[in-house]
């Protein structure tokens, strides 16, 4: 048996090892219940004791949300971080799915500008000098030797973040290369205010900032010197700088942007077709396979966003959907960005800025600067089931396989049920299912433990969704000396009193190399009955619902899109339906509950 299940036990083996003795990771927060749901959720439950001729069982999976979820998906998320006023230090590592401002601190003062270092470590710079250095799980203050606020910083993309360059009002140009220990001021030809700095290359480093400053700097920010700006410029504060190899951008005041073809040496205005002041920009990386060449953003006042895919030739006002003043930019490649602005406001897009969307903020100051990192892993995931459930591990034979009418072993406990891995070509033929479909925004997946049963004892609702009648799951036979004696294949029935829980497992796997770096679990939903307790209990919130009637199921209320599990109730959000129909949503809500 070992040798025709060697490839799925190993991946089943690796996720059990992984979780066992340790708690399922659920998301944190307090926020309270969606108006739909953003994930699948358990929708009805049907079971009749094994001990019963007839004893057949069947689950029921719901996708509340307004998108199709697929049983297995493979992203790239975007980490990053954004900074703003009262010492607001935001980060995110899902796309800005959420945010979370653990790291903020009003000590801080107002935060302007953040620059990575390298995928750890960033240096942040604000009022009264401030300069912080910044992981995903500390901030350290460092002395930075001024207290003039500085509004722009630039990290040397190192491991040992050894050399940075911030910039401040009064021509305040701060440089260190002994990993932030000590900031000495380095002399420039200017005492206007400095907004912006950019490192392109120790021989390629520009500064802009008031009354049209440009200075530049090629031996490394040693020694400085001025650039000239069209006349009719030299007036307007700048507050952004990039370059793409030679090519580079200013954007300020009164809607300018300013380009050169020449790394710096003239620049020349282009027509941006707005007069609002723009306050950001991002350009990606020169030769990034992530972005289609010639792309580039740029951010203002009153929820402007502009747009150009020809290098400046052109620029496109975009719909923000928002009038507030945008402070910040960034990308990860050429479809997923987002922007910063005053109030907490965070807009994502994920059609190159055609159009954006809010995401939830959980601060209402401005927010000055961002940065994330490049897309430097992928994560798989899939679901599974875990289901306290009666066993039958039926009999293999060597030479013909399994024997489904001839059980070798009878018991209860955790059963693993993943359909991808029951479709996996790692299965043997006899054994193998097919792949479930997508779920669509509003329909069902329906997973049955006995196809004969359920098609002849089951009235199906008039909803969308598959029917999955493949039954095996598995179990792991801790029973051995020295650990694991292997994953056994079983057919499953659901018992009188029991949980099942829908988990979602990540799989994170570095691109460069293909190298797993990790396999993570989250529980998505929690549903119990029959008075079940699990020892030790994860989700002592989660009051479980009586003993199922024959005949009968355990429904979700119609209004109920489920919950974070560590707030689940079974006895609050499911009833007992007289009427099982699987692919119905529900006959009840909990508006009409007595």
């Known amino acids: 048996m070992k040798s025709l299940f060697a490839g799925a036990y190993c991946a089943l083996v690796l996720w059990l090892i992984g979780v066992a003795g340790c708690a399922l990771e659920t998301p944190s927060g307090t926020e309270g219940r969606h108006q739909l749901g953003r994930d699948l959720i358990i929708n009805e439950v049907f079971t009749i004791s094994p001990d019963k001729y007839y004893a057949y069982s069947w689950i029921e999976l719901y996708n509340p949300s307004p998108k199709t979820i697929g049983w297995a998906d493979v992203t790239r998320p975007a980490s990053g971080f954004a900074v703003g006023s009262n010492g607001t230090i935001l980060r995110t590592s899902d796309d800005g799915d959420r945010w979370i401002d653990s790291l903020s601190d009003p000590s801080y003062g107002n935060l302007n500008g953040i620059s990575l270092a390298n ?19 500390s901030v350290t203050v460092l002395i930075s030797g001024t207290t003039n606020n ?24 701060l440089r260190t290369i002994d990993h932030g ?60 700088v990039n370059f793409v190899g030679a ?6 005041e009164n809607g300018t942007i300013l380009g050169s073809v020449n790394a710096g040496s003239q620049w020349i205005a ?34 402007t966003i502009l747009l150009t895919s020809d290098n400046g030739a052109h620029w496109r006002k975009q719909n923000s959907g928002t009038t507030a003043n945008i402070n910040s930019v960034t990308f990860v490649d050429s479809a997923h960005g987002w922007v910063f602005g005053d109030g907490g406001m965070i807009g994502v897009t994920s059609d190159g800025g055609m159009s954006w969307r809010a995401q939830q903020s959980p601060v ?114 801790r029973s051995a000396s020295g650990g694991f004696a292997g994953a056994h294949p079983v057919l499953w029935s659901l018992l009188p009193s029991g949980e099942i829980q829908l988990i979602k497992v990540f799989t994170t796997i570095l691109i460069s190399r293909g190298d797993t770096l990790g396999i993570d679990t989250k529980t998505i939903d929690v549903v119990r009955w029959g008075g079940y307790r699990p020892s030790p209990d994860l989700y002592p919130n989660n009051q479980p619902a009586g003993f199922i009637p024959e005949w ?43």
């Open 119 to 137: 995928p750890e470590t960033a240096f942040v710079v604000g009022d009264g000098g401030t300069i912080l250095k910044v992981t995903k799980r």
């Open 150 to 173: 500085l509004h722009g910083i630039a990290a040397v993309p190192d491991a040992q973040t050894r050399t940075a360059y911030a910039v401040g009002d009064n021509g305040k140009l």
């Open 181 to 240: 220990l000590n900031w000495p001021a380095v002399p420039v030809p200017t005492t206007r205010n400095l907004r912006a700095i950019f490192f392109g290359g120790f021989q390629s480093i520009f500064a802009v900032g008031d009354s049209g400053t440009v200075i530049a700097s090629a031996n490394s920010g040693n020694f400085w010197s001025s650039r000239i700006v069209p006349e009719p410029y030299r007036p307007y504060t700048f507050y952004s």
């Open 247 to 252: 090519l580079g951008w200013i954007t300020g």
């Open 270 to 303: 282009e027509s941006s077709k707005v007069t609002a002041t723009l306050r950001g920009s991002y350009f990606p990386p020169p030769a990034s396979g992530d972005f289609v060449p010639g792309s580039g953003w740029v951010v203002g006042d009153s929820g």
């Open 364 to 477: 209402s100051s401005n927010l000055h600067g961002s940065a994330f990192l490049p897309l430097l892993v992928k994560v798989s995931h899939g679901y599974l089931l875990t289901m306290v459930s009666y066993r039958k591990t039926f009999y293999i034979d060597p030479t013909s396989g399994p024997n489904f009418d001839y059980f070798t072993r009878l018991d209860s406990g955790i059963v693993v049920y993943d359909p991808l891995l029951l479709a996996s070509e790692n299965i043997p033929a006899q054994f193998r299912a097919a792949r479930p479909p997508d779920v669509a925004p509003g329909s069902f997946a329906v997973i049955v433990s006995d196809s004969a049963k359920f098609q002849d004892h089951t009235q199906l609702g008039p909803g969308d969704g598959a029917i999955i009648k493949n039954s095996i799951g598995f179990y792991i036979d």
């Open 552 to 594: 009968w199921s355990l429904a979700r209320y119609s209004d109920d899109y489920g919950d974070d599990p560590s707030r689940e109730n079974t006895s609050y959000s499911f009833y007992m339906a007289n009427v099982p129909i699987p692919r119905w949503y529900s006959q009840l809500s909990h508006k009409s509950r007595p």
